[in-house]
């Protein structure tokens, strides 16, 4: 089986260069304000497209991101929604992967099986449930296996080389490297630190390793670019979509440029890393 | 009835946490490891006779246990039926029982080398007890309290910040029990490597559920043998509240495989079952939220809804894991008591008996009114009294000023 996720990476590796991820909210601030950032994503610099499922209770994210969550809740957005938001961008771009992100309560009280025939259908390419740790994989994990997704996992600073293999057994796409021990919106990670993380994780899997949490600049995503195939970014697009938003908390003609203006230049950033030696 | 009943009630849950369905261990990785120490600290301890034996010195001289099982006459005579006692948990240092609990978490978190402490609260209890054993053993203590429980539990917010603690206001989502939960493990998530997180109910991953159900399972375990030397044989019923269920589970979890035994636990109904209230079993179904699958107050979404309960300590949208699964098998029989009707028992008990209880506890007295009339004298009942009223009496004297006017 090979997604999206897996056709992108060897594009990138091909070219030498590493990926740079977005993390949105589904239906922040709505829905179709939500459609066309996502479409505007990949002409800004996005590789990989996270979105995120609006959730009432993200037990790991910071303020930024429950916000984002609680907003897109307001403006009525749910799963089905969701997956609806990933049709209408399949319809342009067939190459971007997309994963969706977010806990597990939603994909249970949806069912399994639909949730991840009907995800297949939609276009996504992969998921990480940050709730579901490897303990409890026959949940969610080896049925999206089967069902032909990536499932990527999280692997953190907690995560010692006794566990690692545990984490990593299911994990397809790419291994998401928390930088922090925290929530979303943490204080950013040294550099060389991370670094040291990410070769770790190299040693116990030939899978790319993007890093996360913590990423807000483009000086941030080109340092963490030269030792990780990956960074992600998240919580300083949510702020920055927020920041666009009128008193009353709805768009203005200025949210889709906003967010994606700052894609632009945290893909320089990204871009302008060297890249390590392998 | 389930047909697939087990052979006993007692030997739950399985080595991933499993009650049936329920249960189970849904936290980021960044936890997971942490929760693994735990489960071995805890079955370290377990074994271990010494740590039992320095819990006992602490749970008669410092909690003062055994709590009374005390004959309620007046409350019997009231209601004319069955014969109805007391055990009396509200009698505990701190005032109820989420002592027992927090004391046998702080042994374990120090045998840990843990020097920092976190903790939810919803009425104030938990966060009290914790701040109080953190005050004895000179711990760090942090305590995470929805906003507006902070309010309508200044006396407990007092106690716990002259005892050295330091109360965070959560400010998101409803402002109570399950957004001080979420903070808390958003603490928790960003100090892995000092904190030991101290819950105060029968939920979050495995082990917790289990470690909270066993330290509280003192309530049951003297209740039998008080009875025995009362009475001379076992009870007849057993009545608790509910909000994540610890002192039911205490008290019914000793009793579970005595068939004689009829078991009822008390939801909160807030305004009544139709409109907003407490009630995950009555009017949830089995989703996943902190840590565990349970029953959960929830939309068509999966997004968690709002509780509603006066009182703070039953406010939260589930239940402990055991709860769901002993709901499912029919062993323990759940009822729902509303506000009005456990403001009326508050009253009562306190009229009857002179002993104020807590407005959670309020809920359980609440539904002898139906229980004990129906059964004979020779029946007997212990309702069990999880903790005392102090803490509300300014809440309930503003309820009943406004209405006289």
Partial sequence: MSTRIDARFAELKQQGRSAFVTFVMAGDPDPKTSLDILKALPKAG??????????????????????????????????RKTLAMVRDFRKEDNATPIVLMGYYNPIYIYGVDSFLADAKTAGVDGLIIVDLPPEEDTELCIPAIKAGLNFIRLATPTTDDKRLPAVLANTSGFVYYVAVTGITGSAAA?????????????????????????????????????????????????????????AEGRATPKTVSAVA?????????????????? | MNPNLPNSFRSGPDERGHF?????????????????????????????PAFQAEMNVYLKDYVGRPSPLYFAERLTEHLGGAKIYLKREELNHTGSHKVNNVLGQIMVARRMGKKRIIAETGAGQHGVATATLC???????????????????????IRMEMLGAKVVPVQSGARTLKDAMNDA????????????????????????????????????????????????????????????????????????????????????AGHGLTQLHAASLAGGRPGVLHGNRTYLLMDADGQIEEAHSISAGLDYPGIGPEHSWLHETGRVKYLSATDEEALAAFQLLSRLEGIIPALESAHAIAKLSELAPQRPKDHLMVVNLSGRGDKDVPQVGDILKARQK
């Fill in chain 2, 185 to 268: 493990l958003r603490d928790w998530v960003t100090n892995v490597h000092n904190t030991f997180y101290c819950i105060g109910t029968v939920a979050g991953p495995h082990p917790y559920p289990m470690m909270v159900r066993d330290f509280q399972s003192i309530i049951g375990h003297e209740t039998r043998k008080q009875m025995q030397e009362t009475e001379g044989r076992l009870p007849d019923s057993l009545i608790a509240c509910i909000g994540g269920g610890s002192n039911a589970m205490g008290l019914f979890h000793p009793f579970l495989d005595d068939p004689s035994v009829e078991i009822f636990g008390v939801e909160a």
């Fill in chain 1, 261 to 278: 203006d700052l894609v632009s230049a945290l893909a320089q950033g990204v871009r302008g890393a060297k890249q390590a030696a392998e």
């Fill in chain 1, 190 to 246: 040294d550099s060389k630190v991370v670094g040291a993380a990410v070769a770790r994780i190299k040693r116990h899997t030939a899978l790319p390793v993007c890093v996360g949490f913590g990423i807000r600049t483009p000086e941030a995503a080109r340092a963490i670019a030269e030792t990780a195939d990956g960074s992600v970014v998240g919580t300083a697009l949510v702020d920055a979509l927020k920041g666009s938003l009128d």
């Fill in chain 2, 135 to 157: 005050a004895r053993f000179g711990l760090e203590c942090v305590v995470y309290m929805g906003a507006v429980d902070v309010e309508r539990q200044q006396p407990n917010v």
């Fill in chain 2, 20 to 48: 049936g369905i329920f249960g189970g261990r849904f936290v980021a990785e960044t936890l997971m490891p942490l929760i693994l120490d735990l489960e071995k600290a805890y079955a370290d301890a377990k074994a271990d």
């Fill in chain 1, 46 to 79: 996005a590789d990989v497209i996270e979105i995120g499922m609006p959730f009432t209770d993200p037990m790991a994210d910071g303020p930024s991101i429950q916000a984002a969550g609680l907003r897109a809740l307001k403006g009525g957005m749910t799963l």
